[in-house]
């Protein structure tokens, strides 16, 4: 299994990143999938998810209105287009993969997590 996150850099404050995350070894289109982000010092917190079917999603609060996840079934490819980013969103991303079923609770708390790919950096500067 591999979930591969690229998309990460450098923007400043107000600028915008697409993450994509590609998935191998699984089948993806039978999957959750969604991205959490962990800054330097600080736990790892979830961002959003999307179903399998790509129908209904989840975000966080901090990100609603300027973070958008989408799905690619026919790619193995989710996405993360991140729009008017602050500084506070400076993090490594991970995307995951949950088998489970569609609970916001279980990304929150990352429980329902099967499978995690490495992080992608993005630095935003003020």
């Known amino acids: 299994v591999q979930l591969q996150a690229s998309g990460g850099g450098l923007v400043q404050t107000g600028g915008s990143l697409r993450l994509s995350c590609a998935a191998s070894?699984?089948?993806?289109?039978?999957?959750?999938m969604g991205w959490f982000r962990q800054a330097p010092g600080k736990e790892r917190e979830f961002v959003s998810a999307?179903?399998?079917?790509?129908?209904?999603?989840y975000y966080r609060d901090s990100v609603k209105g300027r973070f958008t996840i989408s799905r690619d079934n026919a790619r193995n490819t989710v996405y993360l287009q991140m729009n008017n980013l602050k500084p506070e969103d400076t993090a490594d991303y991970y995307c995951?993969?949950?088998?489970?079923?569609?609970?916001?609770?279980?990304?929150?708390?990352?429980?329902?997590?099967?499978?995690w790919g490495k992080g992608t950096q993005v630095t935003v500067s003020s």
């Open positions: 995951a993969a949950d088998s489970g079923p569609w609970l916001r609770s279980t990304w929150y708390d990352k429980s329902g997590v099967d499978y």
């Open positions: 070894g699984f089948t993806f289109s039978n999957y959750n």
């Open positions: 999307i179903l399998w079917t790509g129908g209904s999603t």
